[in-house]
Every structure is written in C-alpha cells, then in structure tokens.
C-alpha cells in the first residue's frame, strides 16, 4: 500500500503562473518531507523539505506547506520557469526510519512559455 | 571526481541472464540505497544498506541481491534476468540522518529482451 500519494500525474503551467503540486500522506510516523525534482536521464535532486514542526518552508520561488492534521503537503512553485519542466517527487521519512524514504508515484509539470 | 557514479547507463540483456549494476560513492556516506522507476510506480526502493555488510529488504526486493563488502561500493545483481525487471535503476546515498542529502546517482537504464 502507497504511503505516499500524488494524484493528477501531469499539469500543465503558463510561464509566470504558480504551479501547485500535492502529496498525501497516510503513516503518522513520517515526521520529515522533501520533494525532489527529475530530469529526464538524471537522477532526481533534492529541492525542498520540510519538518514536521513547521507548517511552511520557503525557498526562492519555492514554497512546501504541510498540514499535518490532514497529513497533506503541497509545493508552489511561483513564478514557474520553462527550466521547471521537470517530473517532481514527493518523499517522507520517519525519524527512525533508517534513512529511508518512501517516494510518491510523481508528478510531471511543463511549463509553457 | 567526488559523487556517485552508476555503471553502466544503459543496458540490454536477455531474459535468464545474470547482470550487475554498479554503483560507487566517494562520500564515505553510510547510507545506500537502490531503487526502480518505472511508469505509474515512482520509485520504489529495492534494497538499502546502512553500512558495510549490512543489507535489508525494500519494497520490491524479489529477484534481485545485494551486497556492500565496501563502504563506497553497493552492487546489485539481478540473478536471472525477467522481462519485468526492465526499468530505470538508480542508486542513492546519504550520510546518518541527513534524508534531505540524499544524493542520487545518473540511472542505470535496463532493458531484459
């Protein structure tokens, strides 16, 4: 069973809009929620995270809120850059969890100019 | 070159064969980790390693082994190759209790005929 969920697998963004992506999460353990992006033929690299004491993390134009009673998180991107084509992957740990992350399906934005 | 290196990028074998993918980090990261993308599954972590000869299971281990006599070197061998083991493999490694540096490496693309 998928720990991690990301619905609407693509989304399609004007150039200078905010794209919004969101996550969901079902193990109350997860205390810890990063999202990573991917290029095609790289390797996904760490964008955001955010911990499970705040209810915001703001980096430049990119933002993670988290809403723990609904065991939610989004990203928003504002504004989006034709360079944020990517597929972005939402990702949880839990404390003493190893090190291990448990990773969303992802999601593919485009940006269009 | 300091990082972590995947061998080979791509790869085609036939269905029965052995073949190993290789993965070298130059951190001394304690952590390493394997995982599969395949389309509609995201990334689904096949074995990880906490440190030299120490392995555990992931997600989606059947089929495949792993070993780590070297802190900087994480092998995973598909033992008899399977049409469904046809996926972009990537390997992963971060220091104790830094998720936020995981740090992947390029993929290695497999193709089982």
């Known amino acids: 069973d998928q720990q991690v969920k990301q619905n609407s697998p693509s989304l399609s963004v004007q150039e200078g809009r905010i794209s919004i992506l969101n996550c969901d999460y079902t193990?109350?353990?997860?205390?810890?929620f990063l999202w990573y992006k991917k290029y095609p033929a790289e390797g996904p690299t760490f964008l955001i995270s955010i911990s499970s004491i705040k209810d915001k993390n703001e980096d430049g134009r990119f933002t993670v809120f988290l809403n723990k009673s609904a065991k939610h998180l989004s990203l928003h991107i504002v504004p989006s850059q034709p360079g944020d084509s990517a597929v972005y992957f939402c990702a949880a740990s839990a404390s003493r969890g190893n090190n291990r992350l448990a990773f969303g399906k992802g999601n593919q934005v485009v940006v269009i100019p | 070159d300091a990082g972590i290196t995947q061998s080979p990028r791509y790869k085609i074998t036939e269905t029965g064969r052995q073949v190993t993918l290789m993965c070298h980090q130059t951190?001394?990261?304690?952590?390493m980790f394997w995982y599969r993308q395949d389309l509609g599954h995201g990334l689904r972590l096949i074995y990880y390693s906490a440190a030299a000869d120490i392995t555990d299971k992931g997600e989606v281990p059947d089929g495949y082994v792993v070993s780590r006599s070297k802190t900087e070197n994480f092998p995973l061998t598909l033992e008899s190759a399977t049409r469904s083991q046809t996926s972009v493999y990537f390997c992963?490694?971060?220091?104790?209790?830094?998720?936020?540096?995981?740090?992947f490496g390029s993929g290695t693309r497999l193709t089982v005929v």
């Open positions: 992963a490694s971060s220091d104790i209790d830094r998720v936020d540096g995981y740090t």
């Open positions: 951190w001394s990261h304690s952590y």
């Open positions: 193990n109350s353990m997860f205390d810890y």
